[in-house]
């Protein structure tokens, strides 16, 4: 099973951007999807955008147009660029493999990222 260590969380001024990082401790080139998800405090872990290993493309409506999912398999990691950024975007952000729509793989601890307005 493949361990991911999320990275690049931090606090940043509404309009501000991040990049973060999911470092994957073996090999993500046979995956099929790899995701972002996030959960903030009182609510459910969601997908936020997906990349298929042919670079195919999902994002959710709140963070089309600002977020950006990329995947480097040679360094076994994925990254998140995160734009204009907004205070509802506060959240802990997670990677994950993705079957279809649906987390498919352990957890790791998640990155914090705080919007303030």
């Known amino acids: 099973q493949v361990q991911l260590v999320e990275s690049g969380g931090g606090l940043v001024q509404a309009g501000g951007s991040l990049r973060l990082s999911c470092a994957a401790s073996?090999?993500?080139?046979?995956?099929?999807?790899m995701g972002w998800y996030r959960q903030a405090p009182g609510k459910q872990r969601e997908l936020v955008a997906r990349?298929?290993?042919?670079?195919?493309?999902n994002y959710a409506d709140s963070v089309k147009g600002r977020f950006t999912i990329s995947r480097d398999n040679a360094k076994n990691t994925v990254y998140l660029q995160m734009n204009s950024l907004k205070p509802e975007d506060t959240a802990v952000y997670y990677c994950?493999?993705?079957?279809?729509?649906?987390?498919?793989?352990?957890w790791g601890p998640g990155t914090q990222v705080t919007v303030s307005s």
């Open positions: 990349i298929t290993s042919g670079g195919r493309m």
């Open positions: 994950n493999a993705v079957a279809g729509w649906a987390p498919a793989g352990d």
């Open positions: 073996g090999s993500i080139f046979s995956i099929n999807a």
